[in-house]
């Protein structure tokens, strides 16, 4: 690599030595350069970069910004091009540099590097970090940006990157997106909650975090997210149960959503599918592991509100519970209804003397004295009467 000073030059003819060497330098002078650059410049305030750059700096800008450009297809050091450029664009008091990127089309060449396949993981990191300095300037760059199709490329970014940094990156600018800007509030809302049906669990769990962090400030809650959310209970992935269970605890606070929510939490304890699952089969089927989670999320609102468990009990949910606790096709089913069950009968009596009239003493106060390990000690005919005991009570 050719001998290139990083030192910043104080002088103007420092300057125009460095211009001069960029003008005509290969690809390594000019990774050399933008390595000093970022080396001495990062955190600078605007004042400050145009006194390093004696007053040049918007030249120097422009040379960059003109080189992004024309080589980013290329992914020519592509990372360190865009993160000289932050430094340029996250400046205080720099706010003609922002300007003067924004004349020449440079933020859409960004969005462009975010939904290029071609991009590596790096390149796509410093491109949102890029994106989300313009955001931060201001409602009307959060506007810009998304007119231009950015929620649409950040968030499909989140759901196909391969790099858990660029996916939190790319999150936490749809989240900045939605802060102060109510024009497009509801577009990044849509977008998350679309998110939440990507393949990627980590993507999943980003979505289900950030809308909880979001719907404070809708003020109502869509039903079309109660569908989706609850699918997240089928995941296989803890952190994304548990942010499903977290989100599902904010928006059945909304009376928009609550009898919906608390219904199909209910319908969700009768799985559909009761095959035994196969021994050689590693993981269970979905719809069980959906089941532990739904008993989940009903012991947690239970044990939260009254109310709460009063619309669940006039849902029916105690024989669902019960007949939840018969799966033995999946000991968490058994394990998470039969806890939530206890919350129900500890809570109201008339559900301590349905579920006496269901089980036998023995068996009654077993489950009493420990709901979480019953489903080690329950003997085939007292799975019957469980799984029996739903429709026993429909009729």
């Given at each position: 690599?050719?001998?290139?000073?990083?030192?910043?030059?104080?002088?103007?003819?420092d300057v125009r030595n460095m211009l001069r060497?960029?003008?005509?330098?290969?690809?390594?002078?000019?990774?050399?350069?933008?390595?000093?650059?970022?080396?001495?410049?990062?955190?600078?305030?605007?004042?400050?970069?145009?006194?390093?750059?004696?007053?040049?700096?918007?030249?120097?800008?422009?040379?960059?910004?003109?080189?992004?450009?024309?080589?980013?297809?290329?992914?020519?050091?592509?990372?360190?091009?865009?993160?000289?450029?932050?430094?340029?664009?996250?400046?205080?008091?720099?706010?003609?540099?922002?300007?003067?990127?924004?004349?020449?089309?440079?933020?859409?060449?960004?969005?462009?590097?975010?939904?290029?396949?071609?991009?590596?993981?790096?390149?796509?990191?410093?491109?949102?970090?890029?994106?989300?300095?313009?955001?931060?300037?201001?409602?009307?760059?959060?506007?810009?940006?998304?007119?231009?199709?950015?929620?649409?490329?950040?968030?499909?970014?989140?759901?196909?990157?391969?790099?858990?940094?660029?996916?939190?990156?790319?999150?936490?600018?749809?989240?900045?997106?939605?802060?102060?800007?109510?024009?497009?509030?509801?577009?990044?809302?849509?977008?998350?909650?679309?998110?939440?049906?990507?393949?990627?669990?980590?993507?999943?769990?980003?979505?289900?975090?950030?809308l909880r962090l979001i719907q404070p400030s809708?003020?109502?809650?869509?039903?079309?997210?109660?569908?989706?959310?609850?699918?997240?209970?089928?995941?296989?992935?803890?952190?994304?149960?548990?942010?499903?269970?977290?989100?599902?605890?904010?928006?059945?606070?909304?009376?928009?959503?609550?009898?919906?929510?608390?219904?199909?939490?209910?319908?969700?304890?009768?799985?559909?599918?009761?095959?035994?699952?196969?021994?050689?089969?590693?993981?269970?089927?979905?719809?069980?592991?959906?089941?532990?989670?739904?008993?989940?999320?009903?012991?947690?609102?239970?044990?939260?509100?009254?109310?709460?468990?009063?619309?669940?009990?006039?849902?029916?949910?105690?024989?669902?519970?019960?007949?939840?606790?018969?799966?033995?096709?999946?000991?968490?089913?058994?394990?998470?209804?039969?806890?939530?069950?206890?919350?129900?009968?500890?809570?109201?009596?008339?559900?301590?003397?349905?579920?006496?009239?269901?089980?036998?003493?023995?068996?009654?106060?077993?489950?009493?004295?420990?709901?979480?390990?019953?489903?080690?000690?329950?003997?085939?005919?007292?799975?019957?009467?469980?799984?029996?005991?739903?429709?026993?009570?429909?009729?």
């Open positions: 690599m050719p001998s290139v000073s990083t030192e910043m030059s104080t002088t103007i003819d060497k960029w003008d005509k330098g290969s690809t390594l002078v000019r990774e050399s350069i933008l390595r000093g650059v970022v080396l001495q410049c990062e955190d600078k305030t605007g004042p400050e970069l145009e006194e390093r750059f004696c007053d040049c700096a918007s030249l120097f800008l422009a040379r960059l910004t003109a080189w992004l450009r024309i080589s980013y297809l290329m992914g020519t050091c592509l990372d360190l091009q865009l993160k000289a450029i932050t430094i340029f664009i996250s400046a205080t008091s720099g706010q003609h540099f922002l300007t003067e990127f924004l004349e020449v089309g440079g933020m859409l060449t960004v969005l462009e590097i975010v939904g290029l396949m071609t991009a590596r993981e790096p390149a796509k990191t410093e491109s949102i970090r890029l994106l989300s300095a313009i955001a931060n300037k201001g409602r009307q760059y959060k506007e810009l940006l998304c007119e231009s199709y950015g929620v649409k490329l950040i968030a499909e970014c989140l759901a196909l990157s391969q790099s858990e940094v660029t996916q939190e990156e790319a999150r936490h600018l749809l989240h900045q997106l939605s802060a102060g800007n109510p024009r497009y509030q509801s577009q990044v809302y849509n977008a998350l909650v679309a998110l939440l049906s990507s393949a990627s669990s980590e993507a999943q769990r980003m979505a289900a975090y950030t809708m003020g109502v809650a869509s039903p079309t997210i109660v569908d989706p959310v609850l699918e997240l209970l089928q995941s296989l992935h803890l952190e994304v149960q548990f942010e499903a269970t977290e989100l599902l605890k904010t928006l059945v606070s909304y009376e928009d959503v609550q009898h919906l929510i608390l219904m199909r939490l209910v319908g969700i304890l009768k799985a559909s599918d009761d095959r035994p699952v196969p021994a050689a089969l590693a993981a269970p089927l979905s719809v069980h592991v959906q089941q532990a989670g739904a008993a989940k999320v009903v012991r947690v609102l239970a044990d939260k509100s009254n109310d709460y468990a009063g619309k669940l009990i006039e849902m029916r949910v105690v024989p669902h519970l019960l007949c939840a606790m018969g799966n033995t096709a999946h000991k968490d089913s058994q394990r998470q209804s039969s806890m939530a069950l206890k919350v129900f009968v500890d809570k109201v009596d008339a559900v301590r003397e349905q579920v006496l009239s269901v089980m036998e003493d023995d068996f009654f106060q077993k489950f009493i004295c420990n709901p979480e390990e019953l489903h080690n000690s329950i003997s085939p005919a007292q799975i019957d009467v469980l799984v029996a005991s739903l429709n026993q009570e429909a009729q």
